[in-house]
């Protein structure tokens, strides 16, 4: 006789087997690429915007807006509102993209913004980015004396201060500053301190740095974990890094309410699209910053 049981398990087996057989295969997931959210991010940073195409006034701030002109650093309460130095102008079609600032001549006088909410100072861990583009040729457009395209203080540029300049003399080396308070790194002073080693000790230098009449050239500062002991600072041109400085460990003390992004001082060429960030930026995010088609206009919401 036949085993009833062991003939219903086979049949359920071989069953089986022929389902699984029979059953379509699975299409293997498609991975979803990661988002790149890089301008999103730049977005979110962003605290200062200037594109000069309409106004000096700033497209964007999270601070007071308004370009102030004034005769001296001290004379704050002659300050005014708007562009008032003749040698300083915003033309159409001058800019990186659209109208820009073009100075014209070395001559007296300071043109800002103020500090306040458009930089994200802080006294225990400072970190932010300046983004802008220039235009000259240094050997020929210059006048003799060291100049700085901007500078970021509330004394003066060898006092707690930001900035870039291009050295005295042709050849004309570009430079980056990035000086905390005087007290601490040259509390016995003698002579010039833009002569002095110690001051030369927190630069850092470009040699034939790549501008060129006619054309346009980014420049980034990015600093980082500034009033700590591992602070750190980087100039970046045309995307590319030039230079780093680390452990800058003197202290920023600023007055806030006196600190001011002082614009020109000394320069002699265009100027456009100057943007601040509340952080430092990626080597990914710079590198976008300088390639957006139309500037830092792309960040902002559509009206």
């Known amino acids: ?156 540029y060898n006092d707690a201060a930001i900035w870039v300049d291009f050295t005295k003399e042709n050849p004309r080396d570009f430079r980056l500053g990035v000086i905390g308070d005087r007290k601490v790194w040259n509390p016995t002073p003698e002579g010039p301190d833009n002569e002095n080693p110690i001051f030369n000790e927190r630069l850092t230098g470009v040699k034939n740095p790549p501008f060129g009449s006619g054309q346009w050239t980014h420049v980034l500062i990015n600093f980082s974990d500034l009033n700590t002991e591992n602070g750190q600072a980087s100039l970046y041109m045309n995307g590319e890094l030039k230079g780093t400085r680390t452990n800058i460990n003197t202290p920023f003390t600023w007055e806030l309410s006196k600190s001011n992004i002082y614009l020109g001082l000394g320069y002699i060429g265009l100027m456009d699209e100057l943007s601040i960030f509340n952080r430092n930026l990626t080597d990914k995010e710079i590198k976008t910053l300088y390639e957006l088609e139309n500037g830092v206009q792309n960040l902002l919401p559509t009206p």
């Open 1 to 156: 006789m036949y085993n009833i049981s062991a003939i219903t398990r086979l049949v359920v087996i071989i069953g089986i087997s022929f389902l699984v057989s029979c059953k379509p295969e699975q299409k293997a997931k498609k991975e979803v690429p990661p988002v790149d959210t890089t301008t999103t991010d730049l977005k979110k940073a962003l605290t200062f915007y200037a594109s000069f195409d309409k106004d000096v006034k700033a497209d964007f701030s999270l601070g007071d807006a308004n370009l102030y002109t004034v005769p001296n650093r001290k004379a704050v309460d002659s300050a005014k509102v708007g562009l008032h130095k003749p040698d300083v102008l915003r033309q159409d079609g001058k800019g990186k993209y659209g109208a820009g600032l073009v100075f014209t001549e070395r001559s007296k006088g300071y043109i800002y913004y103020p500090s306040t909410k458009n930089i994200a100072y802080d006294t225990i861990k400072w970190s932010g980015a300046i983004s802008f583009w220039l235009s000259l040729d240094p050997a020929t457009d210059l006048e003799p004396g060291y100049c700085d395209p901007i500078q970021i203080t509330d004394v003066s």
